[in-house]
């Protein structure tokens, strides 16, 4: 049996929709009391805003308290206590700019990470659009060689597909500072960009 094997792929691009973020609050103190204490009020006055804002999928992803050493006649001594809580959520891309300004306000002093992706029902329609352009483009391979050798195609004797990849593109970190009275205040400018949805499918064709 004379078998022709030939490999299509596909890619379909699409916006993201929704934007994860990861941001916190750190905060020095003299006693692990102190810092803590600070600590926690700045960190509910973040949680109240994103909770007024409705962002989806809040939760607290981490709270740290640590000592800061400093040598003194080469002996470690603790000089501060450091506290940091953080948060993540979903939110829509086109808020995440005003957001991060608001939670800034609001106490917020540090934006660990922003990361983008498109909604799971845009990713299932790019997905069939991508596995589409596969099978188009490996049936126009194997006309292509049939082609050319005078030969025909009888049967697909085998089909197997590609999974699709949704890389998620995620903009360089970005380390909040304190706010600072301004005569106009510039919002923090956030692109969400594109993600590509590529699809495989080789088949087997009996000629």
Do not use: C, W
């Amino acid at each position: 049996m004379r078998v022709l094997t030939v490999t299509g792929q596909g890619r379909e691009q699409i916006p993201t929709s929704l934007a994860t973020v990861k941001l916190g609050v750190e905060v020095s103190g003299d006693t692990a009391e102190a810092a803590q204490q600070v600590a926690a009020e700045q960190s509910s006055a973040v949680v109240e805003l994103l909770r007024d804002r409705q962002v989806s999928q809040l939760e607290t992803t981490g709270i740290r308290l640590n000592p800061q050493y400093r040598q003194v006649n080469e002996q470690n001594q603790v000089v501060a206590y450091l506290a940091t809580n953080t948060v993540s959520f979903e939110v829509p891309s086109d808020a995440v700019g005003p957001l991060l300004d608001a939670a800034v306000a609001a106490g917020a002093t540090r934006i660990q990470t922003v990361t983008f992706k498109a909604s799971d029902e845009a990713v299932t329609a790019a997905r069939d659009v991508a596995l589409q352009q596969a099978v188009a483009d490996a049936q126009a391979q194997a006309d292509a060689v049939l082609s050319v050798l005078n030969l025909n195609a009888e049967e697909i004797i085998s089909i197997q597909i590609g999974g699709a990849q949704r890389p998620t593109p995620i903009p360089a970190p970005r380390q909040a500072q304190p706010a600072k009275k301004a005569a106009v205040a510039a919002s923090t400018p956030v692109v969400a960009g594109e993600q590509t949805i590529r699809a495989t499918v080789t088949l087997q064709i009996r000629y």
